[in-house]
């Protein structure tokens, strides 16, 4: 399903759920008039306040990617706290 948007000659803006490619071209809007389809740039605003940021600095790094001066410090894993690990055969 996807939100279609309707505007109205007063201005008032509606939005139906149809089925992709499926919305009327008209709707009625509260205000009892006959409400138009209403084209909208899609998505834009719509994402999560967390996608939103992701998305953002991903697009900065692409155009300047931070500078990385050593390689990254990894830990050794946790050793296995099951007990039936150390019966486990060794290579
Ligand atoms: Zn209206």
Do not use: Q
């Given at each position: 399903?996807?939100?279609y948007l309707y505007r109205c000659?007063?201005?008032h803006e509606t939005t139906h759920a149809a089925a992709m490619g499926d919305a009327a071209p008209?709707?009625?809007c509260h205000c009892g008039q006959d409400a138009?389809?209403?084209f909208t740039a899609p998505m834009l605003g719509g994402a999560r306040r967390a996608s939103?940021?992701?998305i953002e600095r991903a697009q900065a790094s692409a155009e300047n990617p931070a500078v990385v001066r050593s390689a990254p410090t990894v830990s050794a894993p946790?050793?296995?706290t099951d007990p039936r690990h150390a019966m486990l055969p060794r290579p």
């Open positions: 399903m996807v939100d000659p007063e201005g008209r709707a009625s138009r389809r209403a939103h940021g992701a946790a050793a296995p």
